[in-house]
């Protein structure tokens, strides 16, 4: 059973920056496509960035620039670096993880292909 832990995140000004972190463990020498997804209450989980274990990554236009995801198979560690944050950046981030998913690609994918969730990380961006 693969496991997510995520820490950082909070607050922060228009034009700062947070880090995410999300420790994984638990899941097969195969490295799993891992992500990124945000929620705004009442709306879906929307795909922020994903990588797969050879580090190929895809990120959202409504990020890109400003947001790098990367991870550290060492550390089972996953990571969203997130500056130029903008106050419509505001939500629950949260981690994910599916093992043997055939593509591992931001518009290939949504939330329900992945089945492990971290328990969810706030940022609140103040304009």
């Known amino acids: 059973q693969v496991k997510l832990v995520e820490s950082g995140g909070g607050s922060a000004q228009a034009g700062g920056s947070l880090t995410l972190e999300c420790a994984a463990s638990?899941?097969?020498?195969?490295?799993?496509?891992m992500g990124w997804f945000r929620q705004v209450s009442g709306n879906q989980r929307e795909g922020v960035a994903l990588?797969?274990?050879?580090?190929?990554?895809s990120i959202a236009d409504s990020v890109r620039g400003r947001f790098t995801i990367a991870r550290d198979n060492a550390k089972n560690t996953l990571y969203l670096h997130m500056v130029g944050l903008k106050p419509e950046d505001t939500a629950m981030y949260y981690c994910?993880?599916?093992?043997?998913?055939?593509?591992?690609?931001?518009?290939?994918?949504?939330?329900?292909?992945?089945?492990?969730w971290g328990q969810g990380a706030q940022v609140t961006v103040s304009s």
């Open positions: 990588i797969d274990g050879a580090g190929y990554h």
């Open positions: 994910a993880a599916e093992e043997a998913l055939p593509i591992c690609i931001l518009g290939g994918l949504t939330a329900t292909d992945f089945r492990f």
């Open positions: 638990g899941y097969t020498p195969v490295k799993p496509c």
